[in-house]
C-alpha cells in the first residue's frame, strides 16, 4: 500500500489528513498516539503569492525515510516558505531543506517538552504573538500551557513513519502529515492545552472553556484555529480545536469572523480526506 523512502524524496507525498501534532515517550506526543488522536501541522501563502493558484500571498543529516505518494495525486513546493501567511497542507508542501531563520525559545509555560527543546521554539513574530495571548487568556481567568510549537523535517519523516508502522499508512495519514506538509514545521503553529495539561492534543480538548476562550480570541492575537469543526473536507485533518496557527490580526480576522479556514481565504482547492 506504501513505500517508504529517503527524506530527499519527501518532496512526493499526497492529500489527506489532520494538522496531526505529535507526541513521543511519555511526552504529549505519546498521549497523542496512545488515543489515536488527530495531530496538526501546515499553512498558506499571502495573497501576494501564486503557488496556491487563485489568490497568492533541514538541510537532513540523516537519510530517514519516508512514504511514497500515491499515484494520481499530486503536491506541489511552496515558493514563499517565509511568508507568515503561507499555507502549506496535504497539497502544498514547504522544501526539504527549509528551515525557518528566526526561531526563537517561546516564552510559555508547556507540559511534556524540555526545557530548551525544538517543541518549544516558534518563529520570532508568532512567538511574541502567542506570550501575548497566553498572558490574556489568565487575565481572563484561563490558564494555557502549549505542547509542541516547532518541529524540523527530519523529525516530522521519523514521526510520520512511526505510525505508518503502527496504524498503516492511509490511517496515519488522517491525523499526521507528511514530511515538509506539517504546519510544524513553518514554525507558526502550536498545540495548546489547559492548564492541568490533560487533553493535550486529544479530542476532549474541545468544550473545555480554554478551547471556547481559544475559540472566542485567538484572532486578535493574530492566530487561528488551524483545523475547525466541520471543515474536514476542505482542510484534509479531523477537528482539531488545541492546534493553532499564527498567519497576523488582519488575516485572522477576516477567517475567524467568517468561519472559514486558511484554504478557502485563498481559495485554494479542497484538500479532502
Given at each position: 500500500?506504501f513505500?517508504l523512502l529517503?527524506?530527499?524524496a519527501?518532496?512526493?507525498v499526497?492529500?489527506?489528513?489532520l494538522a496531526?501534532c505529535?507526541f513521543?515517550g511519555?511526552n504529549?506526543?505519546?498521549?497523542?498516539k496512545?488515543?489515536n488522536q488527530p495531530k496538526?501541522?501546515?499553512?498558506?501563502?499571502?495573497k501576494?503569492?501564486t503557488?496556491?493558484g487563485?489568490?497568492?500571498?533541514q538541510?537532513?543529516?540523516?537519510?530517514?525515510e519516508?512514504?511514497?505518494?500515491?499515484k494520481?495525486?499530486?503536491?506541489?513546493t511552496?515558493?514563499?516558505?517565509?511568508?507568515?501567511?503561507?499555507?502549506?497542507?496535504k497539497?502544498?508542501?514547504?522544501?526539504?531543506?527549509y528551515n525557518?531563520?528566526?526561531l526563537?525559545?517561546?516564552?510559555?509555560?508547556f507540559?511534556?517538552?524540555?526545557?530548551g527543546?525544538?517543541k518549544r521554539?516558534?518563529?520570532k513574530?508568532?512567538?511574541?504573538?502567542?506570550?501575548?495571548l497566553?498572558a490574556?487568556?489568565?487575565?481572563d481567568?484561563?490558564?494555557l500551557?502549549?505542547?509542541?510549537?516547532?518541529?524540523?523535517?527530519?523529525?516530522?519523516v521519523a514521526?510520520?513513519?512511526?505510525?505508518?508502522?503502527?496504524?498503516?499508512?492511509?490511517k496515519?495519514?488522517?491525523?499526521?502529515?507528511?514530511?515538509?506538509?506539517?504546519?510544524?514545521?513553518?514554525g507558526?503553529?502550536?498545540?495548546?492545552?489547559?492548564?492541568?495539561?490533560r487533553?493535550?492534543a486529544?479530542?476532549?480538548?474541545?468544550?473545555?472553556?480554554e478551547?471556547?476562550?481559544?475559540?472566542k480570541?485567538?484572532?486578535?492575537?493574530?492566530f487561528?484555529i488551524?483545523?475547525p469543526k466541520?471543515?474536514?473536507?476542505?482542510?484534509?485533518?479531523q477537528?482539531?480545536?488545541?492546534?493553532?496557527?499564527?498567519?497576523?490580526?488582519?488575516?485572522?480576522?477576516?477567517?475567524?469572523?467568517?468561519?472559514i479556514t486558511?484554504?478557502?481565504y485563498?481559495?485554494?482547492?479542497p484538500?479532502?480526506?
Amino acid at each position: 500500500m506504501f513505500k517508504l523512502l529517503s527524506t530527499g524524496a519527501c518532496c512526493i507525498v499526497l492529500t489527506v489528513s489532520l494538522a496531526a501534532c505529535s507526541f513521543t515517550g511519555q511526552n504529549a506526543e505519546q498521549k497523542s498516539k496512545e488515543t489515536n488522536q488527530p495531530k496538526t501541522e501546515h499553512t498558506t501563502p499571502s495573497k501576494n503569492d501564486t503557488n496556491t493558484g487563485t489568490k497568492p500571498d533541514q538541510q537532513n543529516q540523516h537519510k530517514t525515510e519516508s512514504p511514497k505518494k500515491p499515484k494520481g495525486n499530486s503536491i506541489q513546493t511552496v515558493s514563499n516558505p517565509e511568508s507568515i501567511p503561507v499555507l502549506v497542507n496535504k497539497q502544498n508542501k514547504l522544501p526539504d531543506t527549509y528551515n525557518p531563520k528566526d526561531l526563537v525559545a517561546t516564552k510559555v509555560d508547556f507540559v511534556g517538552a524540555p526545557v530548551g527543546s525544538d517543541k518549544r521554539k516558534m518563529r520570532k513574530e508568532a512567538a511574541d504573538a502567542l506570550q501575548k495571548l497566553f498572558a490574556g487568556a489568565k487575565e481572563d481567568g484561563v490558564t494555557l500551557l502549549g505542547v509542541s510549537a516547532y518541529r524540523s523535517h527530519v523529525t516530522q519523516v521519523a514521526l510520520f513513519n512511526t505510525y505508518v508502522k503502527r496504524d498503516g499508512y492511509e490511517k496515519a495519514r488522517t491525523y499526521s502529515a507528511l514530511p515538509g506538509t506539517s504546519e510544524h514545521e513553518t514554525g507558526l503553529a502550536i498545540d495548546v492545552t489547559g492548564g492541568n495539561g490533560r487533553c493535550a492534543a486529544s479530542d476532549c480538548f474541545g468544550g473545555t472553556k480554554e478551547a471556547v476562550w481559544l475559540d472566542k480570541h485567538v484572532a486578535e492575537y493574530g492566530f487561528i484555529i488551524r483545523y475547525p469543526k466541520g471543515k474536514e473536507g476542505i482542510t484534509g485533518y479531523q477537528y482539531e480545536p488545541w492546534h493553532i496557527r499564527y498567519v497576523g490580526k488582519e488575516i485572522a480576522s477576516e477567517i475567524m469572523d467568517k468561519g472559514i479556514t486558511l484554504e478557502e481565504y485563498y481559495n485554494a482547492t479542497p484538500v479532502n480526506k
